[in-house]
């Protein structure tokens, strides 16, 4: 049986032409800005460690990006804020 295999596309550079050859599965209002349309397509090829692609058999079957997350500052701090304050 085959198994689905998850990876970057920083260590499958290969696969980054066939992102989109899957159906958009957005939700309707989330093709109407025009700011998200021009910057989530940059994501994978400026930062490939953030794009993640999932292959059965070689073949793409789902992508997505995920986001850098920092739970503390450089200096120790958290970086947790609470509403209207830093």
């Not at 910057?39 to 789902?62: R, S």
């Not at 920092?70 to 958290?78: I, K, L, V």
């Amino acid at each position: 049986m085959s198994e689905i295999v998850i990876t970057t596309l920083a260590e499958r550079p290969e696969l980054l032409e066939h992102l989109y050859d899957l159906a958009d599965s957005w939700p309707e209002f989330m093709k109407h800005d025009p700011v998200a349309n021009s910057l989530l397509g940059q994501i994978p090829p400026t930062f490939p460690e953030y794009a993640v692609v999932a292959t059965l058999d070689g073949e793409v079957i789902a992508r997505g990006c995920r986001c850098r997350s920092r739970s503390r500052r450089s200096d120790g701090r958290s970086c947790r804020t609470t509403a209207g304050t830093r």
